[in-house]
Each structure stands twice: as structure tokens, then as C-alpha cells.
């Protein structure tokens, strides 16, 4: 059986933000995102999982990481997910927001 490796991303129910990773197990790097084990999301969970994409090969799953990070890639997946942020608002302001990690 093939191994995968993923590219993710979580957004904060806490304030709308968004974080993107990857890994090698998804369901145990959720659980650890969830559980606050991970130093750079622990103090904006709990998350939700918004959107994930396998690839067979570790450099391919780092490198679509590091695309999506990019203006091109935010832009990307501001398209992919539009219908989902449709209906995201801010307390707040009562306006929709879409936040991605710096």
C-alpha cells in the first residue's frame, strides 16, 4: 500500500484564521492540532478542517505547502472554498473576513 502525504488546512473557530501544513498523517497531526500539542496553532483552536489534497511523494505535499502559502496560493484557495466563506462572518463587525496565516 502506497504511503500519502497531505496538504491542509485548518481554520480557527476562535477567530476565522487560517493555518496550512502538511504532513504525513493527517488524522494524527489534526488530533495534535486539536489537543493544543502544536506550539504555532495552540492558542487559536479549536480548528475546523477546511480542505486537503494527497500526494504520493513528501516533496510534492511541501511544495503545494509552500505554494498555497503564497499570494497565488491564498488566491487559489479563496476560489476553491468560496461557496464554504459565503457564509463566514465576524462577530464583530458582522462582515465577512477571510484571514490567512502570515
Known sequence: MAKFYYVYVLQSRRDTHLYI????DL?????????QRTVSTKER???????????VDKHDALH???????????????SRLKSY??????????????????
Do not use: D, M
Not at 501544513?21 to 504525513?24: A, F, I, Q, R, Y
Not at 503545494?64 to 479563496?78: A, M, N, Q, S, V
Not at 466563506?85 to 502570515?102: D, L, N, S, W
Open 21 to 24: 501544513g502538511s504532513t504525513g
Open 27 to 35: 488524522k494524527i497531526r489534526f488530533e495534535e492540532h486539536q489537543s
Open 45 to 55: 483552536g479549536p480548528w475546523n478542517l477546511l480542505y486537503y489534497e494527497e500526494c
Open 64 to 78: 503545494r505547502e509552500k505554494y498555497l502559502k503564497t499570494t497565488y496560493g491564498h488566491r487559489f484557495l479563496k
Open 85 to 102: 466563506f459565503i457564509g463566514v462572518t465576524t462577530k464583530a463587525q458582522g462582515e465577512r473576513e477571510f484571514h490567512y496565516p502570515v
